[in-house]
C-alpha cells in the first residue's frame, strides 16, 4: 500500500511506518477513551487529561525505549507537549507557553545537537552505557518519590488557584521590574558564555570548513 | 473559562492533524478505483523533487558550528517567552513597560552584537 501513495522514499520508509505503528498503538487508546466519553464515563476534562497523559506516556517511553536518537528526541517532544496540555488543563497558560517553547523547542534542540555532535556515527547510536544501573536506580527513587507524594496528597483538599497571563504580567512588569531587567543580564551572560566556550578557534593549517 | 478556549483550539490542532492525511488516503482510494493516473518516476520519490539532490546519510555528524546557533537560539527562546506576559500587559501599563522591555531587549541585543562581533553568526 505505501508503494501506492504519492511519498517521498524517504518518508514512506521510516515515518510512515513509524507513524502507522504509533496509530496501531494509539488508535484503540482513542477509541476507548471515546467510548468512554460518549457513554458519560468521562467528563471533557476527564478526557482531555487522559489523552494528554497517554501522549505523556508513550513519548517518554518513545525517548527511552527506541534505539534512534533523533526518534526519540521526538518522542521526547511530545511527551514535552503532553505536559504542556496539561498545564493548560490546568488553566496555567504561561507554564504551557514555557513548556512549548523551553523544553519542547529549545532544551530537546540542545540536547539532540550535543547528542549529534559528540557521538553520531552513520546509524543508529547504541545509548546504553555504564551509567545504565544508577540511571535506572534513580528512576525508581524518583517514582517512589511521587508515587508517595500522589498517595500522601489531600486531593478533595485541593484550592486551585489560576493566576492568569494578566495578573503574572502586572506582577512581573510592575512589582518585579528590577528582577525581570536582572533576568535578561542572566541570559546575556549566558550567551556570552555559550559563545565563549563553544567556539574553539581553528587551529592554524587546520581545515575546520567541513 | 481558558479551557474552553484552548478546547476550540484543540479541535483546530487535531483536524490540522488529521488534514495531511487527507490526500494520501484520497489518493488511494482513486488509485483503488483505477480514477488515477499511475506513471512512476524515481524522481517523484525523491526527498526534494525540485532543489538540491539529498546525499549520503541523514545521520551524519553536524558542524560544531551549528552548536552555537543552537545555543543562541535557546537564549532568545527565553527571552521570548518573556515577552508574552508583557504583550498581554502591554496596553494597560503604558510608557514603563515599554522601556522595561527595551531595557530588557537592548541588554540581550548585546549580547547578540558580541555574537556578530566574534564571528559566531558567521560561516567560514
Redesign the interface.
Known amino acids: ?1 505505501l508503494r ?8 514512506d520508509r521510516t515515518i510512515t511506518l513509524g507513524g502507522l505503528l504509533a496509530s496501531v498503538v494509539a488508535a484503540p487508546y482513542i477509541v476507548v477513551l471515546g467510548v468512554l466519553f460518549a457513554t458519560g464515563e468521562l467528563s ?2 476527564e478526557f ?1 487529561f487522559w489523552l494528554n497523559a497517554g501522549l505523556v506516556v508513550g513519548g517518554a517511553l518513545a525517548a527511552v525505549l527506541l534505539r534512534h536518537i ?1 526518534h526519540a528526541a521526538l518522542g521526547l517532544v511530545g511527551a514535552s507537549l503532553g505536559v504542556a496540555g496539561i498545564f ?2 490546568l ?1 496555567s ?2 507554564l504551557a ?2 513548556q512549548v ?2 523544553y519542547g ?3 530537546t ?2 540536547l539532540l ?2 547528542l ?2 559528540t557521538r ?5 547510536i547504541v545509548t546504553d552505557g555504564a551509567q545504565k544501573p544508577f540511571a535506572f536506580g534513580a528512576g525508581i527513587v524518583l517514582a517512589g518519590l511521587f508515587v508517595g507524594a500522589m498517595l500522601d496528597a489531600e486531593w478533595d483538599a485541593l484550592n486551585v488557584t ?1 493566576v ?3 495578573e ?3 506582577r ?3 512589582d518585579f ?1 528590577i528582577p ?2 536582572v ?3 542572566v ?2 551572560v ?3 558564555g ?2 565563549t566556550i ?3 578557534e581553528p587551529a592554524p593549517g587546520e581545515d575546520d ?2 | ?3 474552553e478556549q ?2 476550540r483550539v ?1 479541535v483546530l490542532f487535531g483536524f490540522a492533524l488529521l488534514f495531511p492525511a487527507i490526500p ?1 488516503i484520497a ?2 482510494v482513486f ?1 483503488r478505483l483505477r480514477l488515477r493516473p499511475e506513471h512512476p518516476d524515481p524522481i ?6 525540485c532543489g538540491v539532490e ?1 546525499e549520503g ?12 546557533v ?6 532568545f ?6 515577552l ?6 502591554f496596553a ?2 503604558g510608557w ?2 515599554y522601556f ?1 522591555a527595551v ?3 537592548g ?2 541585543a ?3 552584537g ?2 556578530w562581533r ?1 564571528g ?1 553568526l558567521e560561516w ?1
Open positions: 500500500m501506492r501513495l504519492p511519498l517521498p522514499a524517504q518518508i471533557a476534562p482531555v533523533v493548560l488543563l488553566a497558560e504561561f507557553l514555557v517553547l523551553v523547542g529549545g532544551v534542540i540542545l545537537f550535543g549529534m555532535m553520531a556515527t552513520d546509524g543508529p489560576v492568569g497571563f494578566r503574572l504580567g502586572i512581573l512588569y510592575r521590574g525581570f531587567e533576568a535578561s543580564l541570559l546575556l549566558a550567551l556570552i555559550a559563545i563553544a567556539r574553539r570548513s567541513k | 473559562m481558558i479551557p484552548f478546547g484543540g494520501l489518493s488511494y488509485y517523484k520519490r525523491a526527498t526534494y523533487e539529498a546519510s541523514s545521520w551524519g555528524r553536524f558542524n560544531a558550528r551549528y552548536y552555537i543552537a545555543l543562541a537560539f535557546v537564549i527562546d527565553v527571552e521570548v517567552v518573556f508574552f506576559p508583557w504583550a498581554t500587559v494597560g501599563m514603563v513597560a522595561e531595557l530588557f531587549v541588554v540581550l548585546l549580547g547578540l558580541y555574537a566574534r559566531a567560514r
